[in-house]
């Protein structure tokens, strides 16, 4: 006879909580306690395998995983109370589907007698952020919790990565029942994604590219999220072909800024040089991206002449927004493998001396040339000393969202994959500085900046705290202009230049705001300090506000303003009124 | 200016919508008509006609028909947003298949005397719909056909006296030994 109390598997649920994360190798979670999760933190308290961090506001735990996830490649997890607990923690889920970043979320919920009842901190989570996950459960029966704990891990991580949320009512934390360790039969049937390449598709992708005369390679996030041989095959690809690389925001890093072949980020703020050769190309080879209507423009002219094929695990993303003619349903490191082996065995580099020549005609147009001065710091010149100080480093850069965000994109050259964490597919102002607290979390030794905004910085400033508490030695770099830059940049091209509401009266001292929070402030309005002061900002150990003052009215290019094609770009030393006017006449309505 | 008002509008003014019925195979479980009817409201999808029911109660397989119109990139996009949920084991279009029978189930309450109950018995004997329910002064007929059939006998009855209607929804099934 077995004693049920004795069994190690029959525990409460709170327990097979604590015990699923640990049988998921999770080490580190992000959370913010409250009445619904009582239980679960009494659990966290009694052990120390998992660590909790404890964050400020939820959406911080949300973002610092989505960090840790990013940077890792492991699924971020994160714990919050019902109520305002989960509806706080929508933007962050949001953010991970829009970027497919493995994300679990813990949940309380009221005791499941008072669900509908309108009880104090209820709300309907599975309800509200089942258009914001992957997949979403309410478990109502402790018995049932193991094996939808080990189905969201699951299903967060394999396929397209995406966020998860569990909501686990109280009582259900309190009752008793019977865990088991993760199997098989704990996935739903119905899910299966797809991981081979289908064979004839990638004959026909290889004939394509074998017989290009202006071939590009377009890679995407995917690859980052397929793992680190997929970017190894990415790279001999490229090497193997001799084909032109560009990459999505999401996908820098796969191969490296560096590289002979690199042409830079494409799309709205890409280069010249990107945005011309997907126009001008005969074959486009799309590697785990998806067309987005930033990277393609109006979509009716995106690269008229193309032959397209278009790798990605996700069936839906095929023919979404633009068709193209060799879809490849899979994990992209899977079939870019398959790719370079027939091609390797069947086909030779093609010639494609004279496409390089065009490229480089393009590239001499320098479409991120800007002017420097000796009065004041401009925010691409201040990108660019970061980026000569912290290289050779293992630096990781997260961001918010905005004018520093695209010059980030431009000018910090990005070696490695994972090192590169910002919101995409959202566009989450306040992402960065959680999302360093999580990425410093995951990688305690390396250097992790959150190259930031002075509008965005000030949405989830209250994480320093969180940094303080637990010695993350995170460094916030605030490209300060004291606009919304990016707001100000549209309503300038778009609405008359009437600033609405995109300037900042009333400017926190951020030197101040630091020392308040027990971090290190630093301000620099010179560019004959700059390089000084971001040596000084590296050597310190402790959180760090930058307050880095630039020429306030700096705009960001080149632009393809919305709604037009790639060769309609608009470059720095175009920008006057008349053609700024021009190019942008008649796009107010678009985003 | 002649400027499309956004990027997604552009690729949808050339080609015709269509009108397609959708089998969906789910996972019986909480919630998998609110994922199911979310995306189509999420996404601006269309829903003209739409029927659940539980099939397989062992297996807790439901069976939801949806009849969409969009333009064929839009039902590809419908196809593949369905069948990539977790609870989603199969995604069929039934008109595609082009071997598919549709069915809807109407309730039609008719009030009326004289000659227009005549007339109304008549159609519905023309139609082959039943009588489920009667008075002295109305009739509830039952018919059971495609949405044409149904909408058309709808028309007859309104000047005959239509008091309400209450339909199922389309129903399909591939003809031929076949399962799903």
């Given at each position: 006879?077995?004693?049920?109390?004795?069994?190690?598997?029959?525990?409460?649920?709170?327990?097979?909580?604590?015990?699923?994360?640990?049988?998921?190798?999770?080490?580190d979670i992000f959370g913010y306690p409250g009445g619904a999760v009582l239980p679960i933190?009494?659990?966290?308290?009694?052990?120390?395998?998992?660590?909790?961090?404890?964050?400020?506001?939820?959406?911080?735990?949300?973002h610092a995983a989505e960090g840790y996830a990013r940077s890792t490649g492991k699924p971020g997890v994160a714990l919050v109370t019902s109520g305002p607990g989960a509806t706080n923690m929508v933007t962050p889920l949001t953010d991970a589907l829009m970027d497919s970043i493995p994300l679990v979320c813990i949940s309380g919920q009221v005791p499941t007698h008072l669900i509908g009842n309108d009880a104090f901190q209820e709300c309907d989570t599975v309800g509200i952020t089942r258009p914001c996950t992957k997949h979403n459960w309410l478990v109502r029966d402790v018995n049932d919790l193991a094996k939808v704990l080990h189905e969201a891990f699951y299903v967060a991580t394999s396929g397209r990565p995406g966020p998860v949320l569990v909501d686990v009512p109280k009582d259900v934390q309190f009752a008793t029942g019977t865990y088991h360790p993760p199997r098989k039969s704990d996935v739903h049937r119905s899910y299966a994604p797809r991981v081979k390449g289908d064979a004839t598709q990638i004959r026909k992708a290889v004939a394509l590219l074998a017989g290009a005369k202006r071939p590009v390679i377009y890679s995407g996030g995917g690859v980052i999220n397929s793992g680190p041989e997929a970017t190894r095959l990415l790279r001999e690809l490229v090497e193997v072909t001799g084909f032109p690389i560009t990459s999505t925001l999401m996908g820098l890093g796969a191969y490296p800024a560096s590289g002979k072949n690199w042409l830079g980020m494409l799309g709205m703020h890409g280069t010249y040089e990107a945005n011309m050769t997907m126009h001008d190309c005969d074959v486009m080879l799309c590697v785990g991206a998806r067309f987005d209507d930033r990277i393609t423009g109006r979509v009716d002219a995106f690269s008229p002449g193309s032959k397209k094929i278009h790798i990605d695990i996700d069936p839906s993303s095929i023919n979404k927004n633009?068709?193209?003619?060799?879809?490849?349903?899979?994990?992209?490191?899977?079939?870019?493998?398959d790719i370079l082996q027939v091609f390797k065995a069947e086909a030779k580099k093609p010639d494609i001396k004279t496409w390089w020549q065009q490229i480089a005609q393009w590239r001499a147009r320098n479409s991120l040339y800007y002017k420097k001065s000796n009065d004041v710091i401009l925010p691409q010149h201040a990108i660019q000393s970061l980026f000569e100080a912290t290289r050779g480093r293992e630096t990781y850069i997260t961001t918010e969202v905005g004018q520093h965000q695209m010059w980030a994109a431009q000018f910090y050259g990005f070696e490695e994959p994972h090192r590169w964490m910002t919101s995409g597919g959202l566009g989450t102002m306040g992402y960065g500085l959680p999302a360093a607290v999580g990425v410093q979390v995951a990688h305690p030794d390396s250097l992790v900046i959150d190259i930031a905004g002075d509008a965005s910085v000030q949405m989830t400033m209250q994480e320093m705290s969180t940094a303080v508490q637990y010695e993350l030695p995170i460094k916030i770099f605030i490209l300060n202009n004291q606009y919304m830059g990016m707001v100000?940049?549209?309503?300038?091209?778009?609405?008359?230049?009437?600033?609405?509401?995109?300037?900042?009266?009333?400017?926190?001292d951020f030197v101040k705001l630091a020392e308040a929070y027990g971090g290190v402030g630093f301000q620099v309005h010179k560019p004959g300090d700059l390089d000084g002061a971001i040596q000084e900002m590296i050597s310190v150990k402790r959180p760090v506000l930058f307050d880095c003052r630039v020429a306030s009215l700096?705009?960001?290019?080149?632009?393809?303003?919305?709604?037009?094609?790639?060769?309609?770009?608009?470059?720095?030393e175009q920008a006057n009124d008349e053609a700024t006017a021009k190019a942008f006449a008649g796009g107010k309505a678009l985003v | 200016m002649n400027q499309p008002a956004s990027a997604y509008f552009i690729e949808e003014r050339h080609d015709p919508n269509e009108t397609h019925t959708l089998a969906v195979l789910v996972q019986n479980e909480p919630g998998v008509l609110a994922r199911v009817i979310g995306l189509f409201s999420g996404r601006g999808y269309n829903i003209e006609s739409l029927t659940v029911s539980e099939t397989e109660a062992q297996k807790h397989l439901s069976r939801i028909t949806i009849v969409t119109t969009g333009t064929p990139m839009v039902i590809a996009q419908i196809k593949n947003q369905l069948d990539r949920m977790i609870p989603v084991y199969q995604v069929v279009d039934m008109t595609q298949t082009r071997r598919s029978i549709e069915r809807e189930l109407a309730m039609v309450k008719v009030r009326g005397q004289g000659e227009h109950r005549v007339e109304a018995l008549r159609l519905a004997d023309a139609f082959r719909a039943r009588v489920i329910d009667a008075t002295t002064e109305s009739f509830v007929f039952e018919i059971t056909g495609n949405t044409d059939k149904i909408n058309q006998y709808i028309?007859?009855?309104?000047?005959?006296?239509?008091?309400?209607?209450?339909?199922?929804?389309?129903?399909?099934?591939?003809?031929?030994?076949?399962?799903?």
């Open positions: 006879m077995s004693d049920k109390s004795h069994d190690p598997n029959q525990m409460t649920g709170a327990a097979m909580i604590v015990r699923a994360l640990i049988d998921h190798g999770v080490t933190y009494d659990e966290i308290f009694q052990q120390s395998e998992v660590q909790h961090i404890l964050v400020r506001h939820e959406q911080g735990a949300g633009i068709r193209v003619d060799v879809p490849i349903i899979g994990d992209c490191g899977n079939i870019l493998g100000r940049q549209w309503q300038q091209l778009l609405h008359g230049n009437r600033l609405s509401h995109s300037y900042s009266e009333a400017m926190p700096e705009n960001c290019f080149p632009m393809i303003p919305s709604g037009k094609a790639h060769n309609e770009m608009l470059l720095p | 028309d007859l009855m309104r000047p005959l006296g239509l008091v309400e209607v209450s339909r199922t929804g389309v129903a399909a099934i591939g003809r031929g030994p076949e399962g799903m």
